[in-house]
Antibody, heavy 114, light 107 residues
Framework: QLQLQESGPGLVKPSETLSLTCTVSGGSISSSSQYWGWIRQPPGKGLEWIGGIYYSGSTYYNPSLKSRLTISLDTSKNQFSLKLSSVTAADTAVYYC??????WGQGTLVTVSS | DIQMTQSPSSLSASVGDRVTITCRASQGISNYLAWFQQKPGKAPKSLIYAASILQSGVPSKFSGSGSGTDFTLTISSLQPEEFATYYCQQYKSYPYTFGQGTKLEIK
C-alpha cells in the first residue's frame, strides 16, 4: 500500500520560502508513468492544484504560482519536494502531496505569519 | 484555464436516498475528469477517474458518467459516512482545476 507523508515547517514568515517534502513509502518514486503533485486548500475553502512532476523529472506548474515555485524529485530518498518563495498570508493552507490520481498524503497546515 | 462548475453547491438528503451531483467544464475535456470525497479535517479521497472508472476499493454505489463538458456523480442508497464534500477535477490540460465543491448534508 502506497503511503505519502508531508513534512516541513508549520509556520513561515511573510516574504520567506515555504519548503515541504513528501516521503513516499510502499513504492518507488521513479517507477515509470507516475506523476507526483502538490495541492493546497486554504482554511474553509476549495482545492487548488499547485503543480506536479513526472517520474522523469518533467514539471508542470500552475501559472498563478510559477514564478515562485519549484518542485523536484530526490530518487535516492524516495521523496519529492515543493519550494514556494516570497510567501504571503494568501499562501496559508493545508498542503497535500499526491500521486496522481489515486493517493493523497494526510496534509500539513502551513501558516504564513510574522 | 478550464473552469469547473459544480451544482448544487450544497445538497440535503436523507439516509437511503440516491443523489446526483453535476460538474460542467467551460470547454471540452473528453473524459479527463476525476471525483473526490472529502470529510471534515481529512484529506480528499479519490473515488473515480476517467469520468467513470471506480478507484480500487470504492463501492459500486458510486458511479460517474459524462464526456465532453457535462459530468455526473451519482451515489445510491446514501449512508451516514457518505455525507461529505465532493469535488470534481479536470486533468485534460494544465493547470488542473477543481470544481468549487458540493457539500452533501443530512436532512
Amino acid at each position: 500500500q502506497l503511503q505519502l507523508q508531508e513534512s516541513g515547517p508549520g509556520l513561515v514568515k511573510p516574504s520567506e520560502t515555504l519548503s515541504l517534502t513528501c516521503t513516499v513509502s510502499g513504492g518507488s518514486i521513479s517507477s515509470s508513468s507516475q506523476y507526483w503533485g502538490w495541492i493546497r486548500q486554504p482554511p474553509g475553502k476549495g482545492l487548488e492544484w499547485i503543480g506536479g512532476i513526472y517520474y522523469s523529472g518533467s514539471t508542470y506548474y500552475n501559472p498563478s504560482l510559477k514564478s515562485r515555485l519549484t518542485i523536484s524529485l530526490d530518487t535516492s530518498k524516495n521523496q519529492f519536494s515543493l519550494k514556494l518563495s516570497s510567501v504571503t498570508a494568501a499562501d496559508t493552507a493545508v498542503y497535500y502531496c499526491v500521486r496522481w490520481v489515486d493517493y493523497w498524503g494526510q496534509g500539513t497546515l502551513v501558516t504564513v505569519s510574522s | 484555464d478550464i473552469q469547473m462548475t459544480q451544482s448544487p453547491s450544497s445538497l440535503s438528503a436523507s439516509v437511503g436516498d440516491r443523489v446526483t451531483i453535476t460538474c460542467r467544464a467551460s470547454q471540452g475535456i473528453s473524459n479527463y475528469l476525476a471525483w473526490f470525497q472529502q470529510k471534515p479535517g481529512k484529506a480528499p479521497k479519490s473515488l473515480i477517474y476517467a469520468a467513470s472508472i471506480l478507484q480500487s476499493g470504492v463501492p459500486s454505489k458510486f458511479s460517474g458518467s459524462g464526456s465532453g463538458t457535462d459530468f455526473t456523480l451519482t451515489i445510491s442508497s446514501l449512508q451516514p459516512e457518505e455525507f461529505a464534500t465532493y469535488y470534481c477535477q479536470q486533468y485534460k490540460s494544465y493547470p488542473y482545476t477543481f470544481g468549487q465543491g458540493t457539500k452533501l448534508e443530512i436532512k
